[in-house]
């Protein structure tokens, strides 16, 4: 979905537990989106909702049904301020539109946009059936994304974490750091968060980081420039030469395993996406067709009495066992 805004140098990336070692493992994440399970009328007592977004912080409130994860994402991209990270023109056409608009209005903006709603859309499955939509009910499982910012002072030592969910009719302000400290910070508001739901275990958290593959080049361009420079009378050029070498082919396996694992989650994604409903049908017209139904149907009932039996034999021979010990 990143690419498909025209984002560049991002990603995201799962993160399998919410401890200061693995948020280390990440070097500067950008920032993080949560998803746990939501409650009607749920609100957690661990912030400050503010009815007025702070100045320089893009906060939108969700005015689209079943579209918080592109909400949670448009909240997190349109306040990155890192030169580094390309928006891309219709982000940044939008951030510079909406900058001086309400949360409520920026919400509008976003349900408004075509491009936001084609993005959004193209990550749905087609489906050949019209289901009627039917209200959550108290004891259904719904799920919600939400982000986690760190908004920065103009020194870069110190900020605020906020809290940006789309259902709020503003930013939540969480807590204040100093220096790069944040991420010590949001594994206590993560696990006090947590916490709170008792026995409840299905949650997922994701973090923006800048791209492994444009950290590696970068690296490997600054390598190579030390490479180039190297001074010929160097007492241990040698030595020298043959580290930055193994840096330079660690680097390049690093991207070549990043491309690979982009391109299968590229094809799991089609994968995902694709209708094969069209397709059983047909199959099932064809098999119906050459009146293979009875000699299948035959078949599967065939397999299925022989694995019973197999399964009732190896019950008995184990009950036996335990009578003889």
Known sequence: MIQKFGVKNVQVVDVLGVTKESFRSL???????????????????????????????????????????????????LNINDPEVVLGDELTRFK??????????????IRNSAVIREVHNSFSRPEPFIMEETVAKEDDDVFHFTTFYPQFDENGE??????????????????????????????????????????ELRFSLMAVIKDKKFVAKKKIEQLTKELNEMDEKMTNKEEKTLTINNQIQELSN??????FKMEKAYRENERRRFNYIPFFIELMKGISEKNMFSGLLEKAEEDMKIRLDKKKRK????KQMEKKN
């Open 158 to 199: 110190g900020g605020i974490i906020y809290e940006l969910d789309g259902l709020k009719k503003g930013p939540i302000l969480h807590t204040g750091f100093e220096g790069t400290k944040w991420l010590i910070e949001l594994v206590s508001i993560l696990q006090n968060r947590i916490n709170t739901y008792g026995t």
């Open 27 to 77: 070097g500067s994440p950008l920032g993080f989106i949560f998803l746990f399970k939501w409650k009607n009328n749920q609100n957690f007592e661990d912030g400050i909702v503010l009815e007025d977004k702070p100045p320089n912080l893009f906060f939108a409130e969700q005015k689209i049904t079943n579209a918080c994860a592109t909400q949670a994402i448009l909240n997190l991209l």
């Open 96 to 109: 510079d539109f909406s900058k001086n608009f309400s949360s409520d209005i920026c919400g509008e903006t």
């Open 315 to 318: 019950d008995e021979l184990k």
């Open 254 to 259: 690093l991207i070549e395993e990043e491309q």
